[in-house]
């Protein structure tokens, strides 16, 4: 089955710093998403980004289907921004399901 | 748009009894996705249904656990003779096509005594 990595596994920031993290998967696929598992558990959609790139506020996102990867920017960060940030990846078609990385454990300090 | 909606919140069971998780997917989506956090871990795919229909339950435990996705009425994921290794989060999620964004609830909460 397809393989999800995230790195780095723990990061801790400033408040105000920014921060890129990184995803890769190990073949083809036609759904990847960000999401961001705040301190009470609830799973937040960030991005739908199969390829390109997409801009939200403070985030970015990009996934470059051909290399296999894809990278979360979150700019200026807020205490708000703490939390685990997850990569999933989907084969589609029967394999709907969406195979998730370990996560990036994101800490920002006032 | 009410968006996907998971009850109980919070579950506790005694070892031995039946569990059952109730999730009702977004409006106009079909496609239903059960998937398990266990402690300090990422999310494990448990089954896929469409309505009244199984599409994969490759990550579903073979015993205790069932699914069901009626004509009418919430999606189902049902857990018989729960066991303390079963204390987990319980996420459904739902989309309108099978590779198409997928959307979560907020999960149930099993715990197990």
């Known amino acids: 089955g397809i393989q999800v990595e995230q790195s780095p596994p723990d990061l801790i920031l400033q408040e105000g710093a920014n921060s890129t993290l990184r995803c890769n998967f190990s073949?083809?696929?036609?759904?990847l998403q960000w999401f961001h598992q705040n301190p009470w558990g609830q799973l937040i959609n960030l991005f739908y980004?199969?390829?390109g790139t997409k801009q939200n506020g403070r985030l970015s996102a990009t996934t470059v289907a051909t290399e296999r990867y894809s990278l979360l920017y979150i700019s200026s960060s807020q205490t708000t921004d703490s939390g685990v940030y997850f990569c999933?990846?989907?084969?589609?078609?029967?394999?709907?399901?969406?195979?998730f990385g370990k996560g990036t454990k994101l800490s920002v300090k006032p | 748009n009410a968006g996907v909606m998971q009850n109980p919140r919070h579950l506790v069971r005694r070892r031995g009894q039946e569990a059952r998780l109730r999730c009702s997917p977004m409006?106009?989506?079909?496609?239903v996705y059960w998937y398990r956090q266990l402690p300090e871990e990422g999310l494990k795919f448990m089954v896929y249904?469409?309505?009244?229909?199984?599409?994969?339950e490759s990550g579903m435990p073979k015993e205790r656990f069932s699914a069901e996705f009626p004509k009418e009425g919430p999606s189902i994921l049902r857990i018989q003779q729960v066991v303390r290794g079963d204390s987990a989060a319980y996420f459904c999620?739902?989309?309108?096509?099978?590779?198409?964004?997928?959307?979560f609830g907020p999960g149930t909460r099993l715990t197990v005594l």
């Open positions: 999620a739902s989309s309108p096509t099978s590779d198409g964004e997928q959307f």
């Open positions: 073949d083809s696929v036609n759904n």
């Open positions: 980004i199969p390829s």
């Open positions: 999933a990846v989907g084969g589609g078609g029967s394999q709907g399901n969406l195979i």
């Open positions: 409006k106009g989506h079909s496609h």
């Open positions: 249904l469409q309505k009244e229909n199984i599409i994969d």
